[in-house]
């Protein structure tokens, strides 16, 4: 069973950075492939970026790629997802989410086995 909590999200301005956090709970936190998805109301989840358990390797949606990056630290069972130069079109709900021993390409929710509540990001024009 792993506990997942976000935090860091907010209201920002377009172009300013935002860093998210998650915290998980569990002492096989490194065995999981951490991602963060993104929904706005209406939508479904959309998958933004992840990195593999092994910490090795990243992935990010293309809108996102060359603004946000994710990183994860075993030692404190968190991982972050640093968002720069924000857009209006990355406001959303952001979710922290966890796949034990997923591969690199787990990009679908229902891959998922774990889900935070959710921390708002609202980025204005």
């Known amino acids: 069973q792993v506990q997942l909590v976000e935090s860091g999200g907010g209201l920002v301005q377009a172009g300013d950075s935002l860093r998210l956090s998650c915290a998980a709970s569990?002492?096989?936190?490194?065995?999981?492939?951490m991602a963060w998805f993104r929904q706005t109301p209406g939508k479904e989840r959309q998958f933004v970026a992840n990195?593999?358990?092994?910490?090795?390797?990243?992935s990010y949606t293309d809108s996102v790629k060359g603004r946000f990056t994710i990183s994860r630290d075993n030692a404190k069972n968190t991982v972050a997802l640093q968002m720069n130069s924000l857009k209006p079109e990355d406001s959303a709900i952001y979710y922290c989410?966890?796949?034990?021993?997923?591969?690199?390409?787990?990009?679908?929710?229902?891959?998922?086995?774990?889900w935070g509540q959710g921390t708002q990001v609202t980025v204005s024009s």
């Open positions: 569990g002492r096989t936190f490194s065995r999981y492939t």
């Open positions: 990195i593999h358990w092994t910490g090795d390797i990243r």
């Open positions: 989410a966890a796949n034990y021993a997923g591969s690199p390409g787990s990009s679908m929710a229902r891959e998922y086995d774990y």
